[in-house]
Structure formats: structure tokens, C-alpha cells
């Protein structure tokens, strides 16, 4: 199957700082990808939509300044966790959807688990 | 009321039990249904996909009923292995909505 890399698998880092999180399709080209955000026994929740070639797509109620997303390539998207605090704590995880033009699955990235001191 | 309902959890269940989960969901228009399993601190990963007409796979079952918009998972023979936090996912268009999970533990 389709395999999502995703890079750091974990951070920590000082308040204040910014953290990139890199996210690559490895066998396939995905002109969309996913991020979504889980706290602790929470759901995934959808941050923005990746857009290869143009803007994000942001979910209500997230800081499209805060939470930088660039899509460069058809196999590259990151997240740029800008002046990060501890309240950005968090598991990252991104995806991109099945390359077959059946079904709407999503691969999943392994996460980024981000400690926010 | 919640994009997608689960049964709050977690479920206990000695080896070998059937066990059964419940979802339901909001939006009437969803054109697709997932169950995917998390395991502790990883990323979700497709279980089977959710078809009207049922389908199985081994020792798994899922159900989806659009009148009643609810999805279901049967786990006959339960294995150690098994115990995850179990997610229904709805979809429309691209975009993927998730339930909270229900976590099973089986035990010996």
C-alpha cells in the first residue's frame, strides 16, 4: 500500500520557538494532503487541507499565521508550528488520500509528538 | 449533537468474545464509512470500509445503515492483538471526520 512519512516522529522544544514537521508521500503523488491534530483521548481533528500549488485550506477556528502550511512538491507537505507554546502540545499526524481513483481512504503518516516546554 | 457518536469505552473482554461497536453519524450527506484501529501513541490505520450491503473480513463484520445513519462493528473470536482504540470515520468528498474511539481490551 501507499506509505506517508512523516519527520521528526517527536519534538520538544522551548515556548517561544517554531517546529517544522515535514510530511512526504513515498510511492505515490498527492496533490492534497491532511493535517490533523489529537490530544490526549481525543479524536482526530482536521486542521487544514494541503494543497499542492496553492494556498491551505484552513479549519475553523485555526491560525492559518500560526500554523504555517507550504506544499511544494507532489510529495512534500509541511507544518510550521510558528512561537509555539505549551498549549500546541500535541500529535501531529498527516495524510494524503489513496492514489486509486476508487474509495476515499487515507494513508496516514506515523505522527509527530510535539512537547511544548 | 456530534459529527460521529461512539460508544464511550473502553470495552474489557476476555479472549474469545465477541464484542460489538456502535457509531452514528450526523450528516446525512457522508458518502463514505471507515473503521480504522489506533493503536497507543500511533498513527490510525484502515480497519475495512463500510458498505451498505455489509461486508467481512475474517474475523471482522461492519454494518452501515443510511436510513438509520449508523455504522457497526462485530470482532468475532477476540485476540489479544485486538485491543486498540477502535475509530468510525465518515466521509464527504475528501474530508475524513473522526469519532472520539472506543478502546477494547481483551485480556487472557
Known amino acids: 500500500g501507499a506509505v506517508v512519512s512523516q519527520h521528526p516522529s517527536w519534538v520538544i522544544c522551548k515556548s517561544g520557538t517554531s517546529v517544522k514537521i515535514e510530511c512526504r508521500s513515498l510511492?505515490?503523488?498527492?496533490?492534497?494532503m491532511f493535517w490533523y491534530r489529537q490530544f490526549p483521548k481525543q479524536s482526530l481533528m482536521l486542521m487544514a487541507t494541503s494543497n499542492e500549488g496553492s494556498k491551505a485550506t484552513y479549519e475553523q477556528g485555526v491560525e492559518k499565521d500560526k500554523f504555517l502550511i507550504n506544499h511544494a512538491s507532489l510529495t512534500l507537505s509541511t507544518l510550521t508550528v510558528t512561537s509555539a507554546h505549551p498549549e500546541d502540545s500535541s500529535f501531529y499526524i498527516c495524510s494524503a488520500p489513496t492514489p486509486r481513483l476508487a474509495g476515499q481512504e487515507q494513508f496516514f503518516g506515523p505522527g509527530t509528538r510535539l512537547t511544548v516546554l | 449533537r456530534k459529527e460521529v457518536e461512539q460508544d464511550p469505552g473502553p470495552f474489557n473482554v476476555p479472549e474469545g468474545a465477541t464484542v460489538a461497536f456502535n457509531c452514528t453519524y450526523s450528516n446525512s450527506a457522508s458518502q463514505s464509512f471507515f473503521w480504522y484501529r489506533q493503536d497507543c501513541r500511533k498513527e490510525p490505520k484502515l480497519l475495512m470500509s463500510?458498505?451498505?450491503s455489509g461486508n467481512e473480513d475474517g474475523r471482522f463484520t461492519a454494518q452501515l445503515n443510511r436510513a438509520s445513519q449508523y455504522i457497526s462493528l462485530l470482532i468475532r473470536d477476540s485476540k489479544l492483538s485486538d485491543s486498540a482504540t477502535y475509530l468510525c470515520v465518515v466521509g464527504l468528498y475528501s474530508t475524513l471526520t473522526f469519532g472520539k474511539g472506543t478502546m477494547l481490551l481483551v485480556s487472557p
Open positions: 463500510v458498505y451498505s
Open positions: 510511492d505515490f503523488q498527492a496533490t492534497t
